[in-house]
């Protein structure tokens, strides 16, 4: 499927130039209380950049900080993923992140739904309920209870109520069986075909698209009820797979935006490493010891090897001395690259622009092999149709594809890894694994499988290095809520837990 580069130009061009540094990523100058008339052909683009935006953005560094993926190198105290790594997320580093969620990407949304509605076009409000769906989602694991029920009332209600994580959830379901209703309406008035960054082409095919994220939303958010409600969660589980909906069937269906290899328009993961951050984030001792374990061949597309060319790989924690040399992030988070002059120091490392990313690659926020891997953890653990076994060997085929891993080498880690073996807690274990490598740069899901399963068996930093001498459980309240919103709850610190999170 073709991405309607103009589209995506545009849009990335407009929201490119808000996202300076990680910091500044989600600045917004607009009032978020003057409600402007805008058509729903622009709104819809503003929202799918954003979307993509939040697939990168700080929330997905401390989740992908916190659970070890990535690893913060820096000795410069205004460069804070080090800080994250240790835990060291306060009210004040959360307020841009919040403030994009909410005075942005939502407040988008509660204008284009009643718009599209009143204009005839059912489709484009399908479309942005199923989004409304998945920023709650991922903004209620991240928070717990958040505004709601009176959020993106802009005028009407300055101080919205925090509502129930658990009831926001269940509302989540009904705003997700509305969204496909309204694109399986007869007609539209206008089709968001062209008009977004997300699922662009032609409507009669990519509608189902739409409507295959949904349904694989629902599982993903089904799922999270495993350790806190695992009867609720197998009905639910069951019940949908029964009931014939439609899932995601290949890669060509994950959820993701794509990003473009132009000044301005590239992940923000490339600005990160060739800009202001440059050297500041790397892959994490963890997860390149796990692939380690295992010659994983996806490891070529994750990280540059260590020495450069050498075939090894050596992951960066935030234990280590920063004038270490580590393993960098390679196209599979940064998109094409190409060789220039290559200097290589005498301790392995590249001197920088020895090698240039093209920053094409996607934000990659719910994939088929996640699908997978939901399915083979519902069927072991849950009861739910099908063979654990099998969607568990599809879950690594899908990612090793995804990765372009050949097919050689595929049925080769397959052979050696590709079997639940042992006790079902056992078998949950690898498929947690696996899911938590294949899922290496999603937006928050392998925090959210650490919190429900305790899979993969990390190792909290020490207390001598960290805030904690726990890995945190949600994150704190912004400072610009709490002192603009009365209504914001108290939070002392990250060891709360959202409502799904019942594992000791």
Known sequence: MKLNKTIICTSLLLFGSLFHSCKKFYDVNDDPNNVIDVPVAQLLPSITVNVGYLGTS???????????????????????????????????????????????????????????????????????????????????????????????????????????DEAIYKDLISTLDAGIADINAPASVFEPDKNTTIYPGVWATVKNNWIKFANTLKLRIYLHYSQKDPTFASSQMTALINSGAQFMTSNSDNFQMKFLAESGRQNPITSIEGGQFRNAFFPNRTIVDMMNVKADPRRPSYFVSFPYNSGNYKGASALDNSSVAYSRLNTFLKGDASLNSIVINPDGTITDGSITWSGNSPARLLTFSEYNFIRAEAALTLSA?????????????????????????????????????????????QIINEKYVANFGVLMEPWNDWRRTGYPAITPLPISVAVYDKIPRVLIYPLSERSSNPNTPARADMLQRVF?????
């Open 500 to 504: 799904w999170d019942t594992r000791p």
């Open 58 to 164: 700080d929330l997905f560094r401390y989740s992908g900080l916190m659970m070890q993926q990535f690893s913060g190198q820096t000795t410069n105290t205004s460069q804070t993923f080090k800080e994250y790594e240790r835990y060291n997320i306060n009210n004040s580093d959360v307020n841009n992140q919040w403030s994009s969620i909410f005075a942005t990407l939502l407040a988008d949304i509660a204008k284009i739904i009643p718009k599209a509605e009143k204009e005839g076009s059912p489709h484009y409000a399908g479309v942005a309920k199923i989004l409304k769906a998945y920023v709650y989602q991922v903004t209620v694991d991240g928070w717990g209870d958040v505004p709601y029920s009176e959020a993106s009332k802009f005028a009407e209600n300055l101080y919205p109520k925090y509502d129930d």
């Open 385 to 429: 149709p099908g063979s654990a076994q099998t969607f568990f060997e599809a879950g690594i085929r899908s990612s090793m594809a995804e990765s372009g891993v050949s097919a050689v080498a595929i049925d080769a880690y397959v052979t050696a890894n590709g079997t639940l073996t042992g006790t079902n807690a056992q078998k949950l274990e």
